[in-house]
């Protein structure tokens, strides 16, 4: 747990969970939300009562003791050259106290929660950081790294998207204008001495550094016909809901009693590619948890057992996945889909706790390169989301200060 120091109008943003090794799948439904504003990327602003909150669960029924630390990163993700003094005051580490155990579920698992900010250390400096989840007699080994970001929200930006494109107008592709404007009194060359990275839908995989602006007119900078800034659309997330284990939910056929759990059949799917756009209002990828008749969601509602498919010839050359804010940008045996000659499509059985879910279909090539839209192709109405990020660097200084971060959406 850590504390959040008052003299800088600083905001934390989370960014996806990564699994520190897959050796340890010991963690689900890691989770990270804005109690007060569930679709709002999590941020706390300093000076009010917003809150973060960090879930997780370990199925089983016994409590570890688990604790954390924090490693601050630059722009890149690389870690920095600050000592932890330069960037935490107090003890970089805490108790992870705050958890409890699942109550009516035929699965057993402990519950437990970090919630920011805390009163055990306090952040110093604006950046990227990873906070790493450890049981307390193995410190070397990190079993969950969370990345999130402190801003000190100094730098406006501002951004439109779009599917007018300098590829093409209302086709496959989604292009953005942003303009950053800077503080008047940052030391340096502003220009020179900032780093602006955009993503689309918050996945590391679209994460682009982008060149210098376009243009400058005083201390705005422009970012406008930039290669980098165009997108492949790639189209809405499916969804699912199972919030009761007596009756199917949204997009589900069937659930029923399987011994030892439950197990959900999601209704089957076809590729989307050669079909027309079709808006839904998705969650955009993120999952909530949530049972219906339960007082506190994060220890009644049950793991089920979803069985997905996709009806589609098999593919040469990749391998397909199911990917959302659930698998944390993770592709592994997991998420990974099978082919089933006898039924012609792929199939997957994951387990999952009650709630309501995005996901979409994603195929990982032999050279490693990710296909988003590969199954349901590029839409240029699709309602993407773009995350914005500049970094900075004094002149002598040893890492990156994170000055503004913004999340566009289509007009």
């Not at 000076?47 to 016994?62: A, K, L």
């Not at 990917?323 to 045996?333: A, K, L, Q, R």
Request: aromatic share 14%; net charge negative.
């Amino acid at each position: 747990m850590f504390r959040i120091i008052h003299i800088l109008s600083l905001l934390v943003v989370l960014l996806p969970f990564r699994m520190a090794a897959e050796d340890h799948p010991r963690f689900s439904s890691v989770k990270v939300s804005n109690p007060d504003d569930f679709m709002s990327p999590p941020v706390l602003r300093l000076g009010t009562d917003d809150r973060i909150s960090i879930n997780f669960d370990e199925i089983g029924d016994d409590y570890s003791e688990y604790r954390y630390r924090l490693i601050h990163c630059n722009g890149d993700w690389a870690p920095s050259s600050l000592t932890e003094a330069e960037y935490i005051g107090g003890f970089n580490e805490g108790d992870i106290s705050d958890y409890a155990f699942s109550s009516n579920t035929f699965i057993h698992y402990v519950n437990y929660q970090i919630t920011l900010p805390s009163e055990t250390a306090l952040i110093l400096r604006s950046g990227n950081y990873l906070l790493e989840v450890y049981e307390r007699d193995f410190p070397e080994e990190t079993l969950l790294s969370v990345p999130f970001m402190v801003s000190e929200n100094l730098a406006k930006v501002n951004g439109e998207v779009s599917g007018r494109t300098d590829r093409g107008f209302n086709t496959e592709w989604q292009q953005l204008n942003l303009t950053v404007e800077l503080p008047s009194d940052l030391s340096g060359d502003a220009y020179r001495d900032m780093k602006v990275f955009v993503s689309q839908n918050g996945a590391d995989a679209t994460r682009r550094q982008l060149a210098a602006p376009s243009r400058k007119s005083g201390n705005v900078a422009f970012y406008e016909h930039l290669r980098d800034l165009i997108f492949p659309a790639g189209n809405e997330y499916r969804r699912f809901e199972n919030v009761s284990t007596a009756f199917p939910g949204l997009n589900t056929d069937s659930v029923r009693f399987v011994g030892p759990g439950y197990h959900v059949w999601v209704k089957k799917d076809t590729p989307l590619n050669e079909a027309d756009y079709v808006y839904d209002s998705t969650q955009r990828g993120r999952f909530l948890v949530k049972e219906y008749n339960a007082s506190d969601s994060n220890l009644g509602a049950d793991y089920i057992t979803a069985h997905f498919f996709l009806k589609t010839p098999k593919l040469n050359g990749g391998e397909v996945y199911i990917d959302g804010e659930m698998t944390h940008g993770v592709f592994n045996d997991n998420n990974r889909m099978r082919y089933n000659a006898a039924k012609g499509g792929y199939e997957l059985k994951m387990p999952l706790k009650q709630g309501a879910y995005n996901y979409r279909y994603v195929v990982k090539y032999s050279d490693g390169t990710l296909g988003f839209s590969a199954i349901d192709g590029n839409k240029y109405e699709t309602r993407n989301e773009y995350w914005v990020a500049v970094y900075y660097r004094e002149p002598g200084d040893r890492a990156d200060r994170l000055i503004g971060f913004s999340w566009i959406l289509p007009v």
